[in-house]
């Protein structure tokens, strides 16, 4: 269903938590028509900035208990002589928004004397034949902890296993050819090369099967700078027409497309000596 690719990232926000959940209810009724964009979850930089107007306004809100009249007029500062001179009201505001600890979308909220924030934690998500799943997380203290287990492990494998990998590719001797009686064959008997030996291998190493698919416009790859749209090899590796198996992939496209754009140097270089000749 995923294409058997290898992607893993970081969630900042846990949509299993109350206040989530009390906000996503409310965002859920929001008219699409007034609030364009509401038909889809809010995005990290959204919810991170939800929680930045909840810290200023903690911190508003502190400033008031301590009876500290931002308003006031007085040293309105100077950043520009030498030495600086800071706003008297800031130094209040900057120590106020230090002291700030409260729980926001993005979960705890707090921060160090130098202002950074700290005693946050994102969970890491990696993608699987299933979807998404949750592998560990990240704090400041801790680092990267994995939670994955070997049920997890075992199923994505045996998923792996049971389905045949498209491997895309293009015509360039020596590392993709058709034999000379190619017509007598069938699949990727088809086939022969430097390439395509190399796909065997790989396939036996990791225990699945694959076909080798050439791409129909015969095209390594560029992007198109109207449409914006990839065609050639790239192409298909982008969009999912092709998909394959992670290390097939990886490894696939290391070797091989790295020596099909070595093979285009090559020939750019020729053609080059060839201007140079001629001059």
């Known amino acids: 269903m ?48 939800y929680d930045g107007v909840l810290v200023m306004a903690e911190a508003f809100r502190n400033l008031r208990r301590q009876k500290i009249d931002i308003s006031r007029r007085g040293n309105a500062g100077d950043c520009l002589a030498n030495p600086a001179a800071p706003w008297n009201q800031g130094i209040d505001m900057e120590r106020t928004l230090k002291q700030v600890r409260i729980q926001g979308l993005t979960g705890n909220i ?46 994505d494998s045996s998923a792996t296993e049971n389905r045949t990998v498209v491997v895309t590719t293009i015509m360039e001797g020596p590392y993709v050819m058709l034999k000379k009686n190619w017509e007598m ?7 022969e090369g430097y390439c ?24 390594y790859g ?17 969009y999912g027409v092709r998909t394959g198996a992670p290390e097939m992939m990886r490894r696939w496209q290391e070797v091989c497309l790295g020596s099909s754009l070595m093979k285009e140097e090559e020939k750019e270089e020729d053609e080059e000596e060839e201007e140079e000749s001629s001059r």
């Open 110 to 155: 707090q921060f160090d004397h130098y202002g950074r924030r700290v005693n946050y934690t994102m969970d890491v998500y990696e993608l699987k034949s299933n979807g998404p799943r949750k592998i560990g997380y990240w704090n400041d203290i801790d680092k990267l902890v994995l939670v994955q287990n070997e049920n997890s492990l075992s199923n």
């Open 222 to 238: 560029a992007r198109d700078p109207e449409t914006k749209i990839w065609n050639g090899m790239v192409g298909e590796l982008v």
């Open 185 to 191: 064959y069938e699949g990727n008997d088809q086939f």
């Open 196 to 219: 395509v030996d190399l796909a065997s291998e790989i396939a036996k190493h990791i225990g699945i099967k694959y076909k080798i698919s050439i791409v129909p416009d015969g095209k």
């Open 2 to 49: 995923h294409g058997g690719a290898n992607v893993t990232g970081f969630q900042l926000v846990d949509f299993s938590k109350p206040m989530v959940i009390k906000l996503m209810q409310r965002w859920n009724k929001l008219d699409q028509r007034e609030y364009p964009g509401s038909e889809s979850p809010p995005k990290y930089t959204s919810s991170l900035t």
